[in-house]
């Protein structure tokens, strides 16, 4: 295989390998989006089925996105022996173990194991978003990185809208009615029932842990293109001389906050809106639904990425008006209630649907050699997801589950503050992110 460097990576590939790239990351993307946003129905009915309290059932949320902080690096070192493409088949391998450990969890009804199922389905993402990432953001010019990435973002969404309905469907089926015989129920009665309800994820984990493994497959057989990520141009090459770590890339440093912070956001945003509907009293069969409201309202946001991007508008710039929005939404949410306040945390899924887009690009800038374990602190950076909900359910036992939602305030004021200032810090002014990747044909 030989390396060819060009400053436009697309240029480097044939378009159909590049077409068919796209098309084989946009699969892994679905998939992505469809166990993730599952985890929006775990947590109320894992609260319900385990009997749990609010910072018990966002363990859910904690344990999925905690792999990414644990597993990244590792994760790095697994595609430098690997590669990006066997890396990826490891990863949706990896991700089908966990899915298998929901079936003993399942019917022993014992959320430890749930818990550790969901761990290692977040390690075996970790490998495949170590991967995918980058992969995407250097199929092309730099200037539409995002546009690509919005890309995978509607399959990621797609996905995720549809998962909360399809396991909504299954698990939650009259789970309000369920909800209120438990209360009189006599002991033994009760735990019949509840096991009941912790066997209704059986199947769908069935089917989970077999399109995983075929997939795993049909990677290990595909044409992707391997890149070379380890070589530096010229420019890139000047700008690091003398860099021996990725600590003296601040961009790089402020952009995994960053990413940590949209991170956390996101998922509350969609993972919570459930269970905060129902504290607002609408029943669970309506509220099953607002999941996919707020991940549709992310898919609009990729839309207009994709239109807008870079022809109307930069990346930094709509970096910026998504933070602004994100405050803006947040605010209304918490001094409403009722379905005003769920709208607004829905709409929270529109200002976030640009941020991962921009933030990605503009963050690996000029990494060159450091690229790999640069990716890695990004996708470290994804236990934003861990942290954040949990604090949230923290908060919603505290004080209340409105006045909880005030920690995204300073979230988005400090993407505001990367989007402006911080992904400048540091970065030579003649580097380029598509200068950095050479692809092995």
Not at 62 to 78: D, G, N, R
Not at 351 to 357: E, F, G, I, R, V
Request: proline share 5%; aromatic share 10%.
């Amino acid at each position: 295989m030989t390396n060819v460097t060009s400053p436009a990576l697309a240029g480097s590939i044939k378009p159909d390998k590049s077409s068919n790239a796209i098309l084989i990351i946009g699969a892994l993307f679905f998939i992505f989006g469809f166990v993730t946003w599952m985890n929006s129905v775990l947590i109320p009915y894992l609260k319900l089925a385990c009997e749990l309290n609010n910072f018990e059932s966002y363990l859910v949320a904690f344990s999925f996105y905690i792999s990414y902080l644990v597993m990244a690096i590792p994760s790095a070192w697994l595609l430098k022996k690997t590669g990006f493409k066997n890396g990826m088949s490891v990863g949706l391998a990896i991700m089908a173990v966990g899915a298998l450990i929901f079936i003993p969890a399942a019917l022993s009804r014992t959320y430890i194991l749930f818990l550790l199922g969901l761990f290692v389905q977040g390690t075996g993402l970790a490998v495949l978003q170590t991967a995918s990432n980058p992969y995407i953001t250097i199929l092309g010019p730099i200037e539409s990185a995002a546009k690509r990435i919005s890309i995978m973002g509607i399959c990621n969404k797609i996905a995720g809208a549809i998962a909360p309905i399809v396991l909504g469907a299954i698990t939650l089926k009259d789970a309000d009615g369920l909800k209120a015989r438990l209360v009189s129920m006599p002991a033994a009665q009760k735990v019949t029932e509840l096991n009941e309800l912790a066997h209704r994820v059986i199947t769908p984990y069935i089917v989970i842990v077999i399109i995983l493994v075929i997939l795993a497959i049909l990677i290990s057989f595909s044409t992707l293109p391997e890149i070379d990520t380890d070589h530096e141009n010229e420019n890139v090459a000047a700008a690091n001389t003398g860099k021996t770590s990725i600590f003296q890339f601040p961009h790089l440093l402020l952009g995994v906050l960053t990413l940590f912070l949209y991170v956390g956001v996101e998922v509350l945003a969609g993972d919570s809106i459930i269970s905060y509907g129902a504290s607002q009293g609408i029943p669970l069969s309506t509220a099953k639904f607002f999941t996919t409201c707020t991940l549709l309202g992310m898919t609009i946001g990729y839309i207009t990425g994709i239109i807008c991007i870079p022809k109307y508008f930069r990346q930094e710039k709509a970096l910026k008006v998504s933070a602004v929005l994100g405050v803006i939404f947040s605010l209304v949410a918490i001094f409403t209630t009722g379905y005003i306040s769920v709208l607004f945390i829905a709409l929270l899924g529109l200002a976030n649907s640009l941020l991962w887009p921009a933030i990605w690009p503009l963050a690996i800038a000029g990494l060159g050699r450091f690229t790999k374990i640069g990716s890695s602190f990004m996708i470290m950076a994804i236990g934003g997801g861990a942290l954040i909900p949990l604090a949230y359910g923290r908060l919603a036992d505290i004080v209340n589950p409105s006045h909880a939602y005030w920690i995204l305030v300073p979230c988005y004021l400090f993407i505001l503050f990367y989007g402006i200032k911080g992904h400048k810090i540091g970065v030579s002014p003649n580097v380029k992110v598509a200068d950095v990747y050479p692809v092995s044909e």
